[in-house]
């Protein structure tokens, strides 16, 4: 079955750091560029962050850059978001989603929470 | 990297078609044909039901169409049905790497 599991949330003060993880299963992961995004419940998604299959390309929103890296372990099937300077802006459940044709996202996970607190 | 512009609401009867906008730019889903569209029920993760602008991925009915014109792309649901009842949201590639999406739509079925 593919499928990705989230997991690494949590609360974290305000300043903290927070690392994501996404294990993959049931299909090629090094074959596919990886995404995360973002939902304040209640809310709208979010894009966030996209990788390309072997780790070179990165890109992320403007409202992570310089805060949020992503990152990958294709020998371990895992994705990665390490979040620094944390503020109750990112507060949010995080999913990760494997890229499609399009820039399209078609598996998810069911996302890890995130809550920024002091 | 501003949100698509969707309607927050939109409704229809069973057995009616809806149409769902999202509108962005020349930047955007004017200038690349990388419009998605994705289905999400209260408490899941979000569903792909377009992608590519018409294409539907397998497995999803084609009671669901995807067009675009200029800066517009919509999403028909036709013969609405009760389990159609969902937030849907668009998204589109923006260049340089960037991926933006819309604000999303709750869709009531009456």
């Known amino acids: 079955e593919v499928q990705l599991v989230e997991s690494g949330g949590g609360l974290v003060q305000p300043g903290g750091s927070l690392r994501l993880s996404c294990a993959a299963s049931?299909?090629?992961?090094?074959?596919?560029?990886m995404y995360w995004a973002r939902q304040v419940p209640g809310k709208g998604l979010v894009w966030v962050s996209r990788?390309?299959?072997?780790?070179?390309?990165?890109s992320y929103a403007d409202s992570v850059k310089g805060r949020f890296t992503i990152s990958r372990d294709n020998a371990k099937n895992t994705l990665f978001l390490q979040m620094n300077s944390l503020g109750a802006e990112d507060t949010a459940l995080y999913y990760c989603?494997?890229?499609?044709?399009?820039?399209?996202?078609?598996?998810w996970g069911h996302g890890t929470m995130v809550t920024v607190s002091s | 990297q501003s949100a698509l512009t969707q309607p927050p609401s939109a409704s229809g009867s069973p057995g009616q078609s809806v149409t769902i906008s999202c509108t962005g730019t020349?930047?955007?889903?004017?200038?690349?044909?990388?419009v998605s569209w994705y289905q999400q029920h209260p408490g899941k993760a979000p569903k792909l039901m377009i992608y590519?602008?018409?294409k539907r991925p397998s497995g999803v009915p084609d009671r669901f169409s995807g067009s675009k014109s200029g800066n517009t792309a919509s999403l028909t649901v036709s013969g609405l049905q009760a389990e159609d009842e969902a937030d849907f949201y668009c998204?589109?590639?923006?260049?340089?790497?960037?991926?933006?999406f819309g604000g999303g739509t709750k869709l009531t079925v009456l």
């Open positions: 989603a494997r890229g499609f044709y399009g820039n399209s996202l078609d598996i």
């Open positions: 049931g299909f090629p992961f090094s074959g596919y560029w």
């Open positions: 990788i390309n299959t072997d780790g070179t390309t990165t």
């Open positions: 020349s930047s955007d889903v004017g200038n690349y044909n990388s």
């Open positions: 590519e602008v018409t």
């Open positions: 998204s589109s590639y923006a260049g340089n790497n960037i991926v933006v």
